[in-house]
């Protein structure tokens, strides 16, 4: 897929991953929207971007919103020709230090509401025929560590919601795919919500170590470009053993993971 020209919708745009895609399609000759919480982060981002940047204020976590939220990317471009669902938290907790509370944040944050606004998406593509749907997970989402239950299981969830989305939309022309970042270096350690709620603001040194948002954008969009239906990227060493282990040993990874020292 040729993404000049393209109506681009990304969550989660305010920072890291997000605000780098929007760069990049932009500098691609994409029109952007770019979606977040923060209100102001979206303004200077858009300042940058120009008029091919329309801002659009979303919280993951406001599903009635959503549909306020579509009818306005489409009265203003008529069309969504690629969805990003990139808003996410991650997690560093215990099972046992963890209230329900953060674990329904988690999975409405990273896997509710992005189904829920895919679910609405999707049928504005079906009668075009066309259009490309987005999922950023994490290696997470293949294998499960210690203090990230609630992450890898709302991780694990967009990854069986892909597979069936892409299944069922393959014959009317859309496409679905799947990202899956390992380590890259934006703020997610530090806004990662601890068992109380809290942050736990500090930086996870492997994401210290990772690649930049803006590699991992590349990265992305000739992925998109083509058309793959996984699209990795920030993979070192150990989580490459870790995935073939995940795969083809899976009893030996969870013994690994039994010794595995996670921060």
């Not at 025929?129 to 203090?147: H, I, Q």
């Not at 989305?165 to 270096?185: C, D, M, T």
């Not at 490459?240 to 595995?260: D, N, T």
Request: net charge positive; charged share 20%.
């Amino acid at each position: 897929m040729t993404v000049n020209n393209r109506v681009v919708w990304i969550t989660g745009a305010s920072s890291g991953i997000g605000e780098a895609l929007a760069y990049e399609f932009h500098k691609k000759g994409a029109r952007v929207v770019i979606s977040a919480r923060n209100k102001e982060k979206l303004d200077q981002i858009s300042q940058s971007l120009g008029e091919n940047c329309y801002v659009l204020p979303l919280d993951m976590m406001e599903r009635n919103s959503f549909g306020e939220a579509l009818e306005s990317v489409l009265q203003k471009w008529g069309r969504i020709d690629i969805l990003i669902n990139n808003a996410g938290i991650s997690q560093r907790s215990l099972v046992a230090d963890t209230d329900i509370t953060v674990v329904e944040k988690i999975m409405m944050t990273n896997y509710v509401g992005p189904a829920g606004l895919t679910g609405l998406v999707i049928p504005h593509m079906i009668e075009r025929n066309e259009g490309y749907c987005l999922f950023v997970s994490s290696v997470a989402g293949k294998f499960a560590t210690p203090l990230r239950s609630s992450y890898a299981a709302s991780k694990m969830a967009l990854q069986g919601f892909t597979d069936s989305l892409r299944a069922e939309v393959h014959h009317q022309g859309i496409r679905v795919s799947l990202i899956v970042p390992g380590f890259v270096k934006t703020a997610i350690s530090l806004n990662a919500l601890e068992g109380k709620g809290n942050q736990h603001g500090l930086m996870d040194p492997n994401q210290e170590r990772g690649i930049s948002a803006e590699q991992a954008a590349k990265i992305i969009v000739k992925g998109i470009e083509k058309e793959k239906r996984e699209i990795y990227l920030g993979m070192v060493a150990k989580t490459r053993f870790a995935l073939f282990l995940s795969r083809y040993i899976p009893s030996l990874l969870a013994v690994v993971m039994r010794k595995a020292k996670v921060t």
